[in-house]
């Protein structure tokens, strides 16, 4: 019988593990091992560790955070949010005045990197795996930050992230993501890039936008060479400190090494964004903050490099709610994912605490425009309401589009028209076999997107808030046959607010 090994230290243990899996994450078996179920987890590794080398564990992770913390930082959690005034570059009295700015390791070194050259020429970038084939609002932000740093004259690089979509961001997650396959990914980066020019300028210019995939590099390292040029900079404390790591673990919640492997990844992508177009600063979201000060710190001990990162809060709703979802779904940024109307009408249906911010974040409109709206109270709150959603719907939608919505809206909300024009709103289709059978109204609700479930139905009937072309629904258990279907379809209403058509295939 084999004898087993004696265990070896935890922190051994753990960096020869993480340097297999950095070594396996370059390698094109890489993903197909780590899906088998003997694929080895963070998790996993530290289970096998007594007591005693729990505790060390510990304070290895303490002291990854201390090496983080050293770090300087221009953060408001320590300091509160600087003042546009204290800036000079355009660009950063933007993020500040208009709520984008969270975080940044070195603020006074950025305003002047900003400004040398007039700020010609000086690139940044932001990344976007792609992980489904739309972006949804909770990505706004970050195209927002983009578009107003090509207003003020620098070039915005947009990182389609086709190589680390393949290893899975684990910042935010309790789960690992579902691995894509080659063509899944392609079909998501062909879906996610067309918003892009919707926001930006693409081109050749100084301030020109530029689209790059990071599968050009990351797909063709060679792991022993990467390893032995990048590996010495990662400390295993630091990298257990981050929090894509450390609530995991102390979740008790599974993460692989591939996932662990991400962070290097993307600081590598820094690295490599400099080198080849002169990028200095990185910017994402709030819980990015580990990943993009490791970016910074790679390139200054490889390169000397003189390097930035700067975050945006992850944007919520009075309520708490992320950005990004509504009770009927995603609210995803392509069109033929949600109709322009829904769109419209996520705006309109804000809450009346976020308007004045969501009008800084999500519109060009001037502050003092924003001001003045923000002044609104009662029911004069719905004009700012309207100009929010007609802001944004008209920078990503275009001005004929939101004719068409608005001359839909008018009449559904002012009028009250019974009989006007529907091209606009969202539309679903049921079989002419579904129609002659008979159709559930609980199932319609939910097959148009109006109601998440059969329950919110039930309670939208009970409050009077159901319509079917104009009359109210009493009865939950009521069949829609085709004497509802007059032209070939119907108009579902969910309160004055929410419509949709069904029409018959």
Not at 23 to 40: I, N, Q, T
Not at 72 to 96: E, H, N, R, Y
Not at 186 to 201: A, E, H, P
Not at 440 to 464: H, P
């Amino acid at each position: 019988m084999r004898r087993r090994p004696q265990a070896k230290p935890l922190r051994l243990q753990l960096a020869g593990a993480v340097t297999a899996a950095m070594a396996l994450a370059a390698v094109p078996c890489a993903r197909a091992f780590m899906r088998a179920p003997w694929g080895v987890t963070v998790r996993r590794l530290a289970a096998t560790t007594s007591s005693t080398r729990t505790a060390k564990l510990a304070m290895s992770v303490a002291e990854g955070q201390k090496e983080t913390e050293s770090i300087p930082a221009t953060a408001p959690a320590a300091s509160g949010l600087p003042d546009a005034s204290s800036v000079k570059s355009a660009f950063l009295k933007t993020m500040i005045s208009r709520g984008f700015f969270n975080q940044c390791t070195d603020l006074e070194g950025l305003d002047k990197k900003l400004l040398e050259n007039g700020g010609v020429g000086f690139a940044a970038y932001l990344g976007f795996d792609a992980t489904a084939d739309s972006l949804h609002v909770g990505s706004l932000t970050q195209i927002m930050i983009l578009r107003h740093l090509q207003k003020c004259g620098h070039k915005p690089l947009v990182l389609v992230g086709g190589g680390t979509t393949k290893v899975g961001d684990p910042s935010g997650r309790d789960e690992s993501r579902q691995l894509l396959d080659d063509a899944a990914i392609q079909r998501n980066k062909d879906g996610i890039t067309s918003v892009f020019n919707k926001f930006l300028t693409f081109g050749e210019g100084a301030s020109d936008a530029l689209l790059v995939d990071n599968d050009e590099w990351l797909s063709s390292l060679g792991y022993i060479q990467f390893l032995r040029e990048y590996g010495p900079y990662f400390t295993i404390n630091r990298m257990l400190s981050f929090d894509s790591v450390r609530l995991r673990l102390e979740r008790e919640q599974p993460l692989t090494f591939l996932e662990f492997n991400y962070m290097l990844l993307q600081a590598y992508d820094f690295v490599e964004l400099h080198k080849r177009y002169g990028c200095s600063l990185q910017m994402g979201g709030s819980d990015q903050w580990g990943n993009m000060v490791n970016g910074v710190e790679l390139g200054r001990r490889t390169a000397g490099a003189e390097l930035y990162a700067l975050t945006a809060p992850l944007i919520t709703t009075s309520d708490g709610r992320k950005m990004g979802k509504s009770a009927a779904g995603a609210v995803w940024l392509n069109a033929d994912r949600l109709p322009p109307y829904d769109y419209w009408q996520f705006w309109r249906n804000t809450d009346d605490a976020d308007v004045a911010r969501f009008l800084k974040l999500f519109t060009e409109l001037p502050l003092e425009r924003i001001a003045e709206l923000e002044k609104l109270e009662g029911k004069d709150i719905n004009a700012a309401k309207i100009v929010l959603a007609d802001e944004a719907t008209r920078m990503l939608h275009g001005e004929h589009c939101l004719e068409s919505i608005r001359a839909t809206a008018k009449q559904l909300f002012e009028a009250g028209a019974a009989g006007g024009s529907n091209a606009s709103l969202p539309r679903t289709s049921v079989s002419q076999s579904e129609v002659d059978a008979g159709l559930s109204v609980l199932d319609l609700y939910v097959k148009a997107g109006l109601a998440a479930s059969k329950g919110e139905v039930r309670r939208l009937i009970k409050g009077g808030g159901a319509k079917i072309n104009d009359v109210k629904v009493d009865d939950e258990l009521q069949v829609v046959g085709a004497a509802e279907f007059a032209g070939g379809e119907l108009k579902l209403s969910s309160g004055k607010k929410k419509h949709a058509i069904v029409e018959i295939a």
